[in-house]
């Protein structure tokens, strides 16, 4: 069965201000080491599974130009501009009734465009046994990613040992991120898995999905499938997407449906959700301090330091994170990273878009 793939590319990717502001969010920044942006390693993961003309990008009008310029081989019509933020289930379903269009069925793989993967190939594999799965019946599939340590700030889903097909568990539920103690509790049971957001299953799986749970969703995918190709594309997707409940895919569909399978991943993932991930994917000197730029330290050990050609001498700090640009620069406490958020909202509070 042909493959295709939806990565969205819609975030603002606030917790990386101020590298990432509305102009250019994280995905079309670079934060390894070669240089490539995290959409385009995304699209560069998946070319061995699937073709470029296949591959659909769904983000928003403004960043259109974005996607174009560091994917340009990737097919214009390719790019699904969402007239305005629904949440996950509205994306997935645009993404769907293109591909319906074209294809009339297809495996879809969705997955987000900030994530990174240390192994490539692993990775891969685990997609393949994904499309194995998804293309028997009506099986939707998620990749669940094996946890390490009690993290807080995702959602777990709880799968079934017994009930297996292959290297996939059926899943028995998904919960919200917990707080430690029952995050610890998770680990311990060796049953639950992290939700990595990526998903595979057929075009008409997802769609008859919608249909049964969020059905007054459906009819609006469909009036947009419809009009899709003909002069009138633009002006239904402008009417009819943003009157789509905002519902993500997980609440909206994954949480009610049956037949769910989920992969547990073990191939180096990471959503880089903040500036502590550069800890993770980049290496640190022998005082422990990661830094890009002209930087010289001093006395200083374990820090997060991101400059450009501007010299910046740090003397004597620790557990700090420093980022400097053009018009910004954020000096934070590594234990204070969720209240960057603070900073964006005073902004917005002093209209200060201009730093936004």
Known sequence: MKKTALI??????ERFWPKSRRSLPKQFLSLTADGRTMIQLTVERIRPL??????????NRAYRD??????????????LCEPAGRNTAPCIGLGAVHMAKKYEDALMMVLPSDHL??????????????????????NLVTIGITPDYPETGYGYIKFRPDESDGNAY????FVEKPDVETAKEYLATEEYLWNSGMFIWKVSTILSNIRSFLPDMYDGLAKIGEAIGTQQQEIVLEKVFPELESVSIDYGIMEKAQDIF?????????DVGSWLAVERIRKSNESGNVVTGNIITIHSKNNIIQGGNKLIAAVGIEDLIIVDTE????????????????????????NREEYL
Not at 66 to 79: D, S
Not at 119 to 136: P, T, V, W
Not at 328 to 350: M, Q, R, W
């Open 327 to 350: 018009d910004a620069t954020l000096i934070c406490d590594k234990g204070s990273t969720p209240d960057i958020k603070l900073v964006l909202e005073n902004l917005k509070i002093c």
């Open 8 to 13: 969205m590319a819609g975030g603002r990717g």
């Open 262 to 270: 989920i992969l547990p991943g073990v191939f180096g993932w990471d």
């Open 117 to 138: 993967i240390k192994y490539n190939q692993m990775f891969l594999n685990a997609l393949k046994d994904g499309c194995s799965i998804a293309e028997k019946g009506s």
């Open 50 to 59: 699937i073709q470029m003309e296949d591959i659909y990008i769904s983000t």
């Open 66 to 79: 974005l996607v174009l310029e560091q994917l340009p081989e990737l097919p214009p019509e390719n790019i």
């Open 170 to 173: 059926a899943v028995d539920r």
